[in-house]
């Protein structure tokens, strides 16, 4: 069984193509991957990875030894997991991948009165605003927009339409003005998002009729946190765009206003989405309690696709 697991962490070093993701994913140390790759080349008297400070890569033995156990690896544990259902109650852990904005108002509130049914079934949620390679990155349950799911993924409609709205709070109208047109947002701080996949800025994109605005904002302040692009506009730093179920009630406690109504535009709404249709008895459980469990206006409106 070591030299299953020797094999389980380098098949991990490949798909990811880094020692701190594998280590990170596999709960051990970076060093102690790095020995353990070391004594699988040296039992096989192979050099299988070619390792730099910026990235790894597989030597033609390495590559093919990736392509044999991989697949295997990947077979034996999904059986493992089949095997709770002997114990009778259903075991394993289930890796989640969401945007944060998911995971705060969609995947932890609807995991939370789920939990103590289950208490063989670990949950791992990574809140990650980037688009993730599930397969890669062995994830099992990827939650984005529908229209940012891979074609050949199995994905299920679990929320409702997402609108984003421009907000401001009422101190920084009175000093600054509203825009009537997303034309003049290059006169106006807007609090701008970082994007982690490429590190540019996120662009704020409006409709209006059969027309379509993509504006590059900037401003003083840039993050990559929503919660703090809240506060920043809540404290009249300037303008936010972002989704109007997460600025509700400070629209509500009138701590921000909107602005731009018009030219909201709408996106579709979150998907839950997986690779294979051969799933353990756990992760069709935490499927089901994500679409069980969705918002009103979501249900019946499933959509899935092989």
Known sequence: MGRLD????FAAVVRVGSFTKAAAQLGITQSSLSQTIRNLEGRLDLKLLNRTTRSVSTTEAGERLFQTVAPRIADIESELAVLGELRGKPVG???????????KTLIWPRLLPWLPLYPDIKIEVSADNRFTDIVAERFDIGVRLGGDVAKDMIAVRIAPDLRLVVVGAPSYFAEH???????????HDCIAMRLPTHGGLLNWEFSRGT???????????????NDLMVS?????????WLPEDLVRLSIEAGQLETCLDAWSMCYPGYHLYYASRRASPALNLVVEALRNNAAAG???????RA
């Open 177 to 187: 003005g509203r825009p009537e047109s997303p034309g003049e947002l290059d006169k």
């Open 93 to 103: 852990v289930v890796r989640i991948t969401a945007t944060e904005h998911a995971v």
């Open 298 to 304: 979501s249900s019946g409106s499933s959509n899935v």
């Open 6 to 9: 020797d094999l389980a962490a």
């Open 211 to 225: 027309r379509t605005v993509v504006n590059h904002v900037g401003g003083r302040l840039v993050f990559n946190n």
């Open 232 to 240: 920043a506009a809540v404290a009249g730093h300037g303008l936010a």
